[in-house]
T-cell receptor
């Protein structure tokens, strides 16, 4: 399967700890997105990469959040000093030659 | 400001009948629209899309209609099947500005009754 891959799928962490999620996009997709989804809401845009360049960041992405895509392939999303409000599903998506964005299965974060 | 709205949080439809899911948007600059289907604990799965230069796009049992003057789109599923039970999200983007970033609605939970 060459779809978008995310890990870990589930993460439970204590408040104040750091967590990191990894995303492997579809091969040769140069555009990569991170979204966050909470219960009862649609996915909300966090940030966007074209190759290794981070081109856009949402105001939702506080200073505790950082995303990287060092070689233009996989990406990581790190949350420092987690808070209970960070509990959500973190979705990665990628896009290639077409206009459609394809999502991974998501990474659930629970902050206790 | 919710730029993409799905005003029906839930919808129940008998198996074999037509399911119609609605979506409204406020930003007239949106020019590309998509529908995604989502099962619990999974990521959204792309279903069908439509460009603003069209008013209809069909793919198998799924048809999307776009009414630009009303800023409204709808997804028709015919015939509805039990496997269609999921949450459906409408999304929009500004492709003319070279930006695929999606703005999503809050979703409609579709339940197909056998």
């Amino acid at each position: 399967d060459t779809g978008v891959s995310q890990n870990p799928r589930h993460k439970i962490t204590k408040r104040g700890q750091n967590v990191t999620f990894r995303c492997d996009p579809i091969s040769e997709h140069n555009r990569l997105y991170w979204y966050r989804q909470t219960l009862g809401q649609g996915p909300e845009f966090l940030t966007y990469f074209q190759n290794e360049a981070q081109l856009e960041k949402s105001r939702l992405l506080s200073d505790r959040f950082s995303a990287e895509r060092p070689k233009g392939s996989f990406s990581t999303l790190e949350i420092q000093r987690t808070e209970q409000g960070d509990s959500a599903m973190y979705l990665c998506a990628s896009a290639g030659g077409g206009n459609t964005i394809y999502f991974g299965e998501g990474s659930w974060l629970t902050v206790v | 400001d919710q730029q993409v709205k799905q005003n029906s949080p839930s919808l129940s439809v008998q198996e074999g009948r037509i399911s119609i899911l609605n979506c409204d948007y406020t930003n007239s600059m949106f020019d590309y629209f998509l529908w995604y289907k989502k099962y619990p604990a999974e990521g959204p799965t792309f279903l069908i899309s439509i460009s603003s230069i069209k008013d209809k796009n069909e793919d198998g049992r799924f048809t999307v209609f776009l009414n630009k003057s009303a800023k409204h789109l709808s997804l028709h599923i015919v015939p509805s099947q039990p496997g269609d039970s999921a949450v459906y999200f409408c999304a929009a983007s500004l492709l003319n500005f070279g930006n695929e970033k999606l703005t999503f609605g809050t979703g409609t939970r579709l339940t197909i009754i056998p």
